[in-house]
């Protein structure tokens, strides 16, 4: 699935404190972390022996909050930061070599941070697959124009293989690739105006073998505690919860089906 251009390809936790970082998700969600390959500032999160995430050395200086963010595959990241400058987005860096690619680190309109990826990517790791997330997850303003922008950005709807449709069963737009679900956009309620409260972002969820113990795991005190977990509950994925770093980037928990 990786392989479609247009489609989330890795994501990426940016922290100025990686080794907090490792602290609180090693014993969470059981991850090993290794060097990464796109230089002295990044590292992966292995599940398994398999790639799961990245960690980003960010800079103190930058003022910027820590973040989850979600990278798109694409084929000429030239264009594709034309587009979003065209469309209302920022590009705030790249396009520049990283390891044997090219990044990008871009925003839309709204404001939610999100990357491209001009290269190769790891064979094992596509959403809901292995350690990868099961689910991406954009809270924004305003969903149907995010969609749009987002829509015509990777040229979605040109490409026959990709879908972007509202749909009861998860309450929000959802993108699919090859037929698989693997993102959602939501903005509030349906036909609701743009709510300008929303923290814009990119959210991704974890699942996790033990949902209860992964939860009690980040309460512990020792190596870093989250800022705040909320209790799970049942919802459109299944058993969920929602988890905040301690650095207070959010994320989400699925228990196994």
Do not use: N
């Not at 398999?50 to 960010?58: E, F, I, K, R």
């Not at 930058?62 to 987005?89: K, M, N, P, S, Y």
């Not at 941070?113 to 809270?139: C, D, I, K, N």
């Not at 919860?241 to 301690?246: I, K, M």
């Amino acid at each position: 699935m990786a392989s479609l251009g247009g489609v989330p390809c890795w994501v990426s936790l940016m922290t100025p404190e990686p080794q907090t970082a490792e602290d609180f998700f090693g014993p969470v969600m059981g991850w090993t972390f290794a060097p990464a390959a796109e230089g002295p500032d990044e590292r992966v999160a292995l599940a398994d022996g398999s790639p799961v995430a990245g960690l980003s050395a960010l800079a103190t200086s930058e003022g910027a909050h820590e973040r989850w963010t979600v990278f798109f595959l694409v084929t000429d990241a030239d264009q594709v930061t034309e587009r979003i400058a065209e469309r209302g987005g920022t590009v705030g860096v790249g396009p520049l070599r990283a390891g044997d690619g090219r990044v990008v680190i871009a925003a839309d309109p709204f404001g939610a941070p999100f990357g491209l990826w001009q290269g190769e990517t790891p064979a094992s790791w596509a959403v809901g697959e292995r350690g990868a997330p099961a689910w991406l997850q954009l809270h924004t303003r305003d969903a149907f124009a995010a969609a749009l922008f987002y829509g015509e950005v990777f040229q979605w709807t040109d490409a026959p293989r990709h879908a972007v449709t509202y749909e009861e069963g998860y309450e929000e737009i959802v993108v699919r690739a090859d037929g698989q679900p693997v993102a959602g956009i939501r903005g509030g309620a349906l036909e609701a105006p743009p709510d300008p409260a929303i923290r814009t972002r990119w959210e991704p969820y974890f699942r996790v073998p033990d949902l209860d113990a992964a939860v009690a795991a980040a309460e512990r005190p020792g190596g870093g505690r989250a800022a705040q977990v909320t209790r799970p509950r049942e919802g459109p994925l299944g058993r969920t919860a929602t988890l905040f770093d301690p650095k207070g980037a959010p994320f989400r928990l699925l228990g196994t089906v």
